[in-house]
């Protein structure tokens, strides 16, 4: 059974530093595309940033230049290097991972920046 599992979220002051990790198991197949999403209390689910099999990473605006998504293809697992934090930051973490034929999401991690 393939399992998803977002880890790596918590309490940070602004301006501090995460990284969330989103681990794939239990698969026939390894990483190819993955997605970051974000939901904020009250809001709707939002795409972060994504990466492709070759590591090719695209970020939306809010983010740029504060967030890396990053890749181990080895270990099936993706990365994403949160800088200097805001509180609009705060919010669950999801990843989604696109298998050959279905996507698979985790459970999520949570963010929490306080203002």
């Known amino acids: 059974q393939v399992h998803v599992v977002e880890s790596g979220g918590g309490l940070v002051q602004p301006g501090g530093s995460l990284r969330l990790s989103c681990a794939l198991s239990g698969s026939t197949f390894s990483l190819d595309v993955v997605h970051w999403y974000r939901q904020a209390p009250g809001k709707q689910r939002e795409l972060v940033a994504r990466?492709?099999?070759?590591?090719?990473?695209n970020y939306v605006d809010v983010v740029k230049g504060r967030f890396t998504m990053s890749r181990d293809n080895a270990k099936n697992t993706v990365y994403l290097q949160m800088n200097s934090l805001k509180p609009e930051d705060t919010a669950v973490y999801y990843c989604?991972?696109?298998?050959?034929?279905?996507?698979?999401w985790g459970q999520g991690t949570q963010v929490t920046v306080p203002s």
């Open positions: 989604r991972v696109f298998g050959p034929a279905n996507d698979y």
């Open positions: 990466i492709s099999r070759g590591g090719s990473t």
